[in-house]
Every structure is written in C-alpha cells, then in structure tokens.
C-alpha cells in the first residue's frame, strides 16, 4: 500500500493506492496533460472533463513526476461513482 505519510509518491504508489495497473496512471496523467493544454489554448473545456485526467505533477525529481498524497487521495478518478454498474438480478417470486 502507498505510504500517506511519504513526502511525494511516484506513479508507481499512484497505481498502488488506486488498485490500478501502471499503464492506466500514465493514460490518467496522458489525459489530463492533453486537457490542460486545450484549456491553455483557449479550448472551452469544462472542470468536469478536466477532473478526468491526473492533476498535474507538484514536482519533477530529475524526469520522475511526482505528487503529494494530498494532491492524489483528493482526486477523483474517471469512472468512479458514474453510474453504479449493472443491477443485481432480484430473484424471481413465486
């Protein structure tokens, strides 16, 4: 598990503490770079599509991104909370 009281965490302790592979942080932090940029650019985009991909680095250790904790337990990834899933089958009455 990722360490909350660590100073930063790579995306390594990112995937860690989300339960997800490696690969789906670095598509998180792809997205919300590309976002940030259209936003820049004067692209209308909305804080809800924003908040779709990984906030941006608080630091850079020589080309090794990295977050404090606060910045990622307080983000809410893509695909949490939307819509609940399939419904369970209620058994049939006789």
Do not use: F
């Not at 909350?4 to 995937?15: F, G, K, Q, S, V």
């Not at 940029?37 to 080309?63: H, S």
């Not at 910045?71 to 899933?85: F, L, M, N, Y």
């Amino acid at each position: 598990m990722a360490d909350l009281d660590a100073e930063y965490w790579t995306m390594d302790d990112i995937a860690d503490y989300l339960g997800v592979k490696l690969r789906s942080v670095h598509t998180y932090r792809h997205r919300g770079s590309q976002l940030r940029e259209r936003a820049a650019a004067g692209e209308d985009i909305t804080p809800d599509q924003l908040a779709a991909g990984l906030p941006a680095e608080d630091k850079m250790i020589g080309r090794t991104p990295v977050w404090q904790p606060a910045t990622i337990t307080s983000w809410k990834r893509p695909g949490q909370g939307a819509g609940g899933g399939r419904p369970p089958k209620t058994p049939e009455r006789p």
